[in-house]
């Protein structure tokens, strides 16, 4: 990964800043927002390598924040199984694709993403779909984030149509992301795409993450996590579509 200049390094720090206010305010949101940012900025291949520590750190402390760990691991494997092979067979395609193209991927996908969130009912699925249906979400998921670098498709939807409480909800999606994290972390490694000198700047990345979502911890307990969310989302569908129209303007 070449070295950013100072111009460069303030943008990633800030991009990374808001993405943690992001997740301190809704708990998600983390990758996406920093994928949809810097992907606007950078190669998406880039951006997702700056992303491995970030994204690896909040969703680890995510995950054992909540009460029930291995509980979720036994209800879950499957899915978290299929995640590991999808991303890995989906990381070609970032590592070896059109730049133009995977950055196209890249804003329709969180565009989707956005306009499910802000228009779609919640799904309630019964328990016995569980085992088949968990494994096509896994690779679905895997190979969406293997060719763009984002987790949320479609295994958000999925997890919060499970019934969970709030809690376990919120540890599961943690459990999703930090198996996704190190999937994609070594679906780049298989391709050549990340080596252990990529943890210096991914590093450096982590420090105004985590101030981030201090931050937003704090903007939690002032503003609305509903409305905050609503214009987060819409700002997420603004900036999908734009990098989606992007090489058909450029």
Known sequence: MPAPSLSLALVVAATFFVAGVVKG?????????AMGALGALLSPLVA??????PAFVTNVWQLFAGPG???LIRRLWPMLASIVAGTWAGASLLTGGNPRLTTAALGATLAVYALYALVARPLSL?????PWLGPLVGAATGMVTGATGVFVIPAVPYLQSLGFDKEDLVQALGLSF???????????????AFRLDNLAPSSLALVPALLGMAAGQVVRRRVSPTTFRRWFLIGLVI???EMLLRPLLG
Do not use: D
């Open 25 to 33: 305010v809704t708990g998600m949101g983390l990758p996406t927002v």
């Open 48 to 53: 997702a390598n700056l992303l491995i520590v």
């Open 69 to 71: 760990f291995l509980p």
């Open 126 to 130: 019964p328990a016995r779909l569980e």
């Open 178 to 192: 930090t198996v996704s994290t190190v999937a994609l972390a070594a679906g780049l490694a298989a391709h050549g």
């Open 239 to 241: 900036l999908g579509a």
